[in-house]
């Protein structure tokens, strides 16, 4: 289990003077347990004092926030776990993500393009997400390998998100608005002001090399799709070739599986099944049963 998600809440309660000092034939009320889980985070007062003072105008300048300067990693362990359950709840097309093992500030995620110029594209990325979160700067979003984009350094591989998120909000932006936008960046190219200036003059200049930079790029990305992951670290996101043996059993599961009437939505009338054919990206579709004429 992820250290940091085990957070102990474990806590002493002190007697007060009164029940240290009851007379023998009073009986002591116990203390009303919750009806809730053994894990209870503090509730979060608005415009909260911080408990303590800061020592020196360095740590002041640090607990701007009183609400974050109180309850310390409480605080930034409930923002990471909301911030992950909207992700999870939004289902974003065409990205899985998955927190570290070592450090709940760093995840580890990977990208599939299925249309446009950059198809069949597999992108693996870091989103990396200040200590201060959610009162600091936004999450920095880092591939892999640098792929050719005008938004993307083709050094460092860091995409451009402070263009969008010039001023990050708390309870405004969220984590899954940034791999969203991480996504849309290969559907919708913007060319202004960009990281790299080459894929910006081609894709205005030059589209047909431009394209035929990009898939030189898909390629090499893909091409390095089995590589073991650069942070050592078990949550990393790492792809395996096609093994019979481990993989067959959980396609025959995904092609085979149907929902139950329950769990489709009211009024929704579903038959038949859908598959894509093996090597391509064309859907095709059969009837369970023939329609009544």
């Keep these: 289990?992820?250290?940091?998600?085990?957070?102990?809440?474990?806590?002493?309660?002190?007697?007060?003077?009164?029940?240290?000092?009851?007379?023998?034939?009073?009986?002591?009320?116990?203390?009303?347990?919750?009806?809730?889980?053994?894990?209870?985070?503090?509730?979060?007062?608005?415009?909260?004092?911080?408990?303590?003072?800061?020592?020196s105008p360095a740590s002041a300048a640090q607990a701007t926030n009183g609400t974050h300067?109180?309850?310390?990693?409480?605080?930034?362990?409930?923002?990471?776990?909301?911030?992950?359950?909207?992700?999870?709840?939004?289902?974003?097309?065409?990205?899985?993500?998955?927190?570290?093992?070592?450090?709940?500030?760093?995840?580890?995620?990977?990208?599939?393009?299925?249309?446009?110029?950059?198809?069949?594209?597999?992108?693996?990325?870091?989103?990396?997400?200040?200590?201060?979160?959610?009162?600091?700067?936004?999450?920095?979003?880092?591939?892999?390998?640098?792929v050719f984009h005008p938004l993307v350094d083709p050094v460092s591989g860091e995409l451009d998100v402070r263009r969008v998120f010039t001023k990050w909000r708390r309870n405004h932006n969220h984590i899954w608005q940034v791999l969203m936008y991480a996504r849309t960046v290969f559907y919708k190219i913007n060319t202004m002001e960009?990281?790299?200036?080459?894929?910006?003059?081609?894709?205005?200049?030059?589209?047909?090399?431009?394209?035929?930079?990009?898939?030189?790029?898909?390629?090499?990305?893909?091409?390095?799709l089995f590589d073991q992951p650069k942070i050592d670290d078990p949550y990393a996101i790492s792809f395996s070739p096609w093994n019979p043996a481990v993989h067959e059993e959980a396609k025959e599961k995904m092609f085979t599986h149907k929902r139950r009437p329950e769990d489709l939505p009211k009024g929704l009338q579903v038959s038949g099944l859908s598959w894509v054919k093996p090597g391509s990206t064309q859907p095709f579709s059969k009837e369970e049963y023939p329609l009544q004429t």
């Excluded at 029940?19 to 116990?30: I, L, R, V």
């Excluded at 599939?112 to 693996?124: E, N, S, T, W």
């Design 1 to 55: 289990m992820n250290p940091f998600w085990s957070m102990s809440t474990n806590a002493g309660r002190k007697r007060s003077d009164s029940e240290e000092q009851g007379g023998p034939g009073e009986q002591k009320a116990s203390p009303v347990r919750p009806s809730f889980g053994k894990k209870q985070l503090p509730s979060i007062p608005k415009n909260a004092v911080p408990i303590t003072k800061p020592s």
């Design 194 to 224: 960009p990281l790299n200036p080459e894929a910006a003059v081609l894709y205005d200049k030059d589209i047909q090399l431009f394209k035929s930079k990009v898939v030189d790029s898909v390629k090499l990305c893909n091409s390095h």
């Design 69 to 146: 300067a109180s309850y310390g990693p409480f605080y930034l362990e409930y923002s990471l776990l909301a911030e992950f359950t909207l992700v999870i709840k939004q289902k974003l097309p065409g990205i899985y993500v998955q927190p570290s093992y070592r450090s709940a500030l760093m995840w580890f995620g990977v990208i599939f393009i299925r249309h446009g110029l950059y198809q069949d594209g597999v992108f693996k990325f870091t989103v990396y997400i200040p200590d201060n979160y959610p009162d600091g700067e936004c999450p920095r979003v880092v591939f892999d390998i640098p």
